[in-house]
């Protein structure tokens, strides 16, 4: 299934906001924020967003990962720290959320150092 550079951005995103188990409020309050970032969620109600992510998880992470490493180093950049945003904004950083956006991370070939820096302390 082929998907655009901003699906791509928003199905890792539905990942790190699901990888716990749930999705809290500030999940659902930060992708809406996210809308301008990457073509987001637009103006959607918070149950229209809590279906658009369930929809997104039907994607596998390494078919959005492809996707991204046709863009520019830079983008996939930015995207980690959007995936660190969605992981911290509940005050929380699981295990899961870090070990996978160090994954996703890894995929996108965004390097240790550059990683180390980006990687909030809460």
Known sequence: MSVTEVEAQKILLAHV???????????????IAMAKECGGFGRLRKSDV????????????????EVMLKSRPRVR????????????????????EEELIYQIADDLQVDRATLALQQPQL
Request: aromatic share 6%.
């Open 50 to 65: 809590v279906t658009e992510l369930k929809f997104l998880l039907k994607h596998r992470i390494e078919d959005a990962v």
């Open 17 to 31: 906001a699901y990888v716990d188990g749930r999705v809290r409020d500030a999940e659902i309050k930060t992708a």
């Open 77 to 96: 950049e930015r995207l980690v720290q959007l995936l660190w945003v969605m992981a911290i904004c509940d005050g929380e950083l699981h295990s899961t």
